[in-house]
């Protein structure tokens, strides 16, 4: 069974990862046929399979029945001599061990950053049935193997260097189900239904995007297999965040071009999706992600970034004080009357928001993007970012009710106005009821616009899955 | 800093709701996170402080007396994924050290008095963990009788004040731990230094709570364990209490029966306690006489008087304590009591005045009894002599104590034996007439009997009770109260007094040193920005 594990921790020769895995690996593949793809374990799929880190080895197609993907586990290769460059131990060399010293909160680190691989392929388990077309078919499967095979990165460090409570949380990662009552996974954005493809693209440009943050900030850690681990999973999330942002644009691009037909601009007649719609799904989907972040005063960040275990976003090239016990992050936040007054966070204690910072960043980018679609288009509608404030669960304006444009409100305001910046049920039954597949070669959907090129230098029109 | 008052009522809670769907009653910690007893923090995630404690315990006394039908208290929380996360750490760093003993002792009296009321009043406590409970947020539950928790994969039990806080859980955790549900000790000692604790199923196979249910069960599962327990289908009438309203002085707060009386000496208070009337009598339905009934009149004033002097007063080192009324109406009142005790609502004020005089008991105070002409200690009011640390007795014709049945067994301290049992331990001979005897006593027998320690002349008393109050209140505070906690509990160790001698030895050591407290102890860098820096030293 471990030949046919990719890997390079020298696996045919680790007894106690082989012990660990004989155990988990039968459950894993329990659980991906239960909660995997529906209906589509046997067709042929042409994925990209990482059998080894160099740079033709990470990304090599085929055709593969998912049930048969060969999900492995790879670290990017040591660099010599690093050291800790960050936090109190700056300075001193990497840890290839756990110090038994941050065990808890590594595990904490790992076991929540593990949850959310599976968890992603639970709430996207029935878009299959519903796909615009093979190329994006693919692309969904795609994400779903990576994120299974995240999984098992994560799982390797729990099995490698946590014992038996890591080979218990393991277990757990594959008994926790996304959006069930009893036992749910560990962040919201999770538990949330993924109901069609606009929610999929949504999900993929924001959600995996603030997987990429947190990928980022684990690669800094001082703890050398997680910083390696991490930063080989980001290879493939490039991948996710690309499905997202160009999924979106796809549709802006066609729900421009069916304006256009339409003399009043009104897209549904034609069967798009309307721009105030994506912004509402932006809205709700962007909020959810921030409050992936956690919270902006934290005591937790603080540790953390103390004691080495997560750094900040690009931490050597966009930092230059990596003690960060000085100065201050000044934040506007409500107070007990609701006004907003501007507070001084220790710097340490507003890694979370720091991190959050780079994201929002990197984020406008690609509204910019979809909104040249719509400039080029002659169109004036332009999408935007709602404020941080926004619809927030977790974190310090999560206890007031804000506008998308971040002015404080009351709550029957709120909810009186909400159905013209989140998705109401109509929105949801209407873009559902767009979702028909298209599963003919070369054919796509009528609410989104091809791709501008295939996977793999393939045409648009190969066959990505074989039925 | 403002007095703290002890006295509130279901309809000023803020933090708990009390639902009474007799015979289950359900009390759910909803704790206001900006109403705390004291502005500078916020008790967030069901955090409490000394306000959210009063509360609880004003609900545990107002069941017994109020709703004697209620056979079941369930507790849990109103909020989603989270039962209590204990003592709030913000709380305790900005607060005195005196003041911070001082909460531990109450929070500690209030959940010894949640299993009085699960052993002695038919009041079954029963803890629902919706959500996790950390800390002090677990040895609430741990004072129940049984606990259940819910299993979302998420929820734990856990005790991370060690290795978050660099101090022990201070409400009697680690005791009931071993002591009460029998974990492995070293089992405990893995939970006790794991900070996220313990979920699911381990929780229960290691004893840590009694069963697990996934969330879509757990309300159901608890009211049918519920269900079963409450069996009895009894239905006595409560009766309500009501507010006790002294009156209040910069010098004096003056109850219905008992008045505390401040200085005008340095560090010194009095508590002059009144007996009852001529005509006191208990009806056929004991009950019938509500909140006015004597002797629960006294104990409840007491009870304030105790507390007051604790959080109010620090600087009172010395309280005397004088009785005024007749010998004969005490022993009257407590035959009658004793002729009663079957009956409900005398058994809750017999285990109220227990109550009281073990809180006497721990509380860091001296206490001189002073059995001068006019006094009536017999019987329930001798025992307040027996708790004191010294009985100065005027040795005149006509002073004199007496005992009655509450002495003997009715009102037992922490260690389980009665007042005059512990003092007499190695007098045995001596206990075994004194079990029996009716007489009265002259100060010259009583100082013979071991009910009082001096039998002081008239012509000496005034001097001799100025020269004993002036040399205590000379003495160090600290070194008292380490003297007091050990000799007034000879005899076995209970639960109870392991909590408490546990309590003032370990945890205050731990409060004051620098490993905690000092400028990189834990207790101080929690939250902040780095991590502790310990003295490495075992001692
Ligand atoms: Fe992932
Ligand atoms: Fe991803």
Redesign the interface.
Known sequence: MFEKIPNNVNLSENKRLQRALEQWQPNFIRWWMEMGPEGFQQDEVYLRTAISVDSNGWAQFDYVKMPDYRWGIFLVPAEPDRKIHFG?HIGEPVWNDVPGEFR?ELR?IIVTQGDTEPASVEQQRLLGHTTPSLYDLRNLFQVNVEEGRHLWAMVYLLHQFFGRDGREEAE?LL??RSGH????R?LEAFNKPVRDWLAFFAFTMFTDRDGKYQLAALAESAFDPLARSTKFMLTEEAHHLFVGETGIARIVKRTAELMKLSPNEDVTELGGIPLDIIQKYINEWFSASLDLFGSEDS?NA??F???GLKGRYREAERYSDHL??EGSYKLEVPD?NGHLVERSI?L??AMNIQLQDAYIEDCERALRRWNEILEKAGLSYRLKLPSQRFNRRIGVFSSHYFTPEGKIISESEFKSRSNQWLPTQEDYAYVSSLMTPVYERGKIANWIAPPTRGINQKPIDFEYVRR | MEAIRFETDPCNYKHWVLEVESPIATLWLDVKE?AGLRPGYLLKMNSYDLGVDIELADAVQRLRFEHPEVEVVIISSKRDGIFSAGANIFMLGSSSHEFKVNFCKFTNETRLAIEDATDHSGQVYIAALNGTASGGGYELPLACKEIYLV????SAVSLPEV?YLGVLPGTGGLTRLVDKRKVRRDRADIFVT???GIKGNRAAEWGLVDAVF???RFADSVMERARKLAVEHRNPTGIRLDYLNPTETDTEIRYRYVRLKLGPEARLARLIIEGPPDDFVIEKDPAAAGADFLPLRVFRELDDALLRLRFNYPEIGLVLIQTRGKLSNVLKMDAQLSAHKQDWFVREVLLLAKRVLKRMDVSAKSFFALIDEGSCFAGSYLELALAADRTYMLDKPGVEVALSDLNRGLLPMGNGLSRLATKLLGEPRLLAELMNSSETFDAGQAEAAGLATVAVDELDWDDEIRLAVEERTSLSPDALTGLEASLRFAGPETLETKIFGRLSAWQNWIFQRPNAVGEHGALVM??????PRFDWRRT
């Open positions: 109190d808890k904490r757990d008994t926790r009552k009893d036992t749910p560990i005591s603080a540790t970034f103390g004691a960060a016990l007990e220790p340490r204690r | 900006e299993d979302d994969r998420r290795p794991l900070a996220e996934p969330p879509s929690y939250g902040k920005a780095s991590r």
